[in-house]
Every structure is written in structure tokens, then in C-alpha cells.
Nanobody, 123 residues
Framework: VQLQASGGGLVQAGGSLRLSCVAS????????MGWFRQAPGKEREFVAA????????IDADSAKGRFTISRDNAKNTVYLQMNSLKPEDTAVYYC?????????????????WGQGTLVTVSS
């Protein structure tokens, strides 16, 4: 399984970005997916997760009301729409596949990780 994240970039505070993560293989719809991020000098932290069908999502407190996770199983893609971005959202964002159901925030319940995409929010 390969996960390819994209969509990162430089944006001003208050702006928006949409991250995408495309998964290889035919079993995408059988797994929950999640997004994590890692800021310089900090540990990786959970951002959002979504169940196999997309009917259940969970968000970190930092993401609530600003970020939305979604998925398109026909396209093997999970998205993270990020609005009202803040400088503290600056990080490398990683998508990952989880073997847990329906969705989880625990990184040790994810078995495949993408390479990450850098999001930089300027003040």
C-alpha cells in the first residue's frame, strides 16, 4: 500500500488549503483513514480521522470547526479541508491507514503512512 499526500504549500493566516491523499490498491474502502501532523521540534499529533464509509469522523480539538476530513472511495482518496489557518498549523501533514474501526486517534493503530506534505502558514 502506498499513500501519496499532496496539496500543501504556503498560505497566509486566515487562508485555506485542501490536502489530498491517494491510496494504491483495491481495498481503500475497507479501512479507516486519518491525518496527523508534526511541527518542527514537536511530536506527531492527531488531526482527524474518518471511518470506512465516511459516516463517522473524529477531530482533534485543534481542528474542530476549522478542518473537515472527507473521503471518496471511488477515487481512493481522503481529503483534509483546512480553513481559517493559523501560524500554529504549520507542520508536515501525514495521511495514514488504520486497521481499527470505526476510526481512531491513536497513531499505533495505523499501519501505513504517507510521506507527508508541508503546510506553512505565515502571519
Amino acid at each position: 500500500v502506498q499513500l501519496q499526500a499532496s496539496g500543501g504549500g504556503l498560505v497566509q493566516a486566515g487562508g485555506s488549503l485542501r490536502l489530498s491523499c491517494v491510496a494504491s490498491g483495491r481495498t481503500f474502502s475497507s479501512y479507516a483513514m486519518g491525518w496527523f501532523r508534526q511541527a518542527p521540534g514537536k511530536e506527531r499529533e492527531f488531526v482527524a480521522a474518518i471511518s470506512r464509509s465516511g459516516g463517522i469522523t473524529i477531530d482533534a480539538d485543534s481542528a474542530k470547526g476549522r478542518f473537515t476530513i472527507s473521503r471518496d472511495n471511488a477515487k481512493n482518496t481522503v481529503y483534509l479541508q483546512m480553513n481559517s489557518l493559523k501560524p500554529e498549523d504549520t507542520a508536515v501533514y501525514y495521511c495514514a491507514r488504520s486497521y481499527s474501526s470505526p476510526a481512531t486517534s491513536k497513531p499505533n493503530e495505523y499501519d501505513y503512512w504517507g510521506q507527508g506534505t508541508l503546510v506553512t502558514v505565515s502571519s
